[in-house]
């Protein structure tokens, strides 16, 4: 089974645009995470789209968006870009039927906003 | 603030050394992971544990959850330099999951 994938994996914006970031998950995953990784930070949660609807949202401010697809795959979207967007976007899916907090992740988009 | 505390944020030892991480919380979670992540890629599932008390081995791996579900341990055994990599663990809460900063470990050889 292929694994979850994100495209792109590098990314370089300028403070002020917007981006899409997508992300694939395993094939019958119906629900897939957003996280953003910084080294000051660490992992922190997004969002979790689950049948196309939004489950779950973290502490982020409204420039954070996301949608998911039919076939599961989802976008995340910034717009307004700050300097401190600069970050490893991570998304990971998991199977209805596993539990909560197993995840398989995808290996990352690395946005640097300058 | 951080819903889990992971123990020491920096190990750097030389191979054939053991080692334990720790990762601490004020609340209870319903499961909780281990993964390890190594540079430029995403984190990888190495073990869930969900009943307190419960110990489970992964070879030179073993992981332990607290009795009262709020915390856990790993401990490596002859740890090698293939070992190295960010440690991190996650906790389940529902549908919410929150990681710990993650333990940065490096294995000389």
């Known amino acids: 089974k292929a694994g979850v994938t994100q495209t792109p994996r590098y990314l370089i914006k300028t403070r002020g645009q917007q981006v899409t970031l997508s992300c694939s998950p395993i094939?019958?995953?119906?629900?897939v995470s957003w996280y953003q990784q910084t080294p000051g930070q660490g992992l922190q949660f997004l969002f979790e789209y689950f049948s196309e609807t939004q489950r779950n949202k973290g502490n982020f401010p409204g420039r954070f968006s996301g949608r998911q697809f039919s076939n599961s795959r989802s976008e995340m979207n910034v717009s307004t870009l700050e300097l401190g967007d600069s970050a490893l976007y991570l998304c990971?899916?998991?199977?209805?039927?596993?539990?909560?907090?197993?995840?398989?992740f995808g290996p990352g988009t690395r946005l640097t906003v300058t | 603030t951080q819903l889990l505390e992971q123990s020491p944020q920096f190990l750097s030892i030389q191979e054939g050394e053991n080692l334990t991480v720790y990762c601490n919380s004020s609340s209870v979670f319903s499961s909780l992971q281990w993964y390890r992540q190594e540079p430029g890629e995403g984190p990888v599932l190495l073990v869930t544990v969900v009943t307190g008390g419960e110990v489970k081995k992964l070879k030179r791996l073993t992981f332990q959850f607290g009795d009262a579900r709020k915390d856990s341990s790993l401990h490596i055994t002859a740890a090698q330099p293939g070992d190295t990599g960010l440690y991190l663990c996650a906790g389940a809460d529902f549908n919410k999951f929150y990681f710990g900063s993650g333990t940065k470990l490096n294995v000389k050889p």
């Open positions: 094939s019958g995953h119906r629900s």
């Open positions: 990971a899916s998991r199977p209805t039927s596993g539990r909560a907090g197993e995840q398989y």
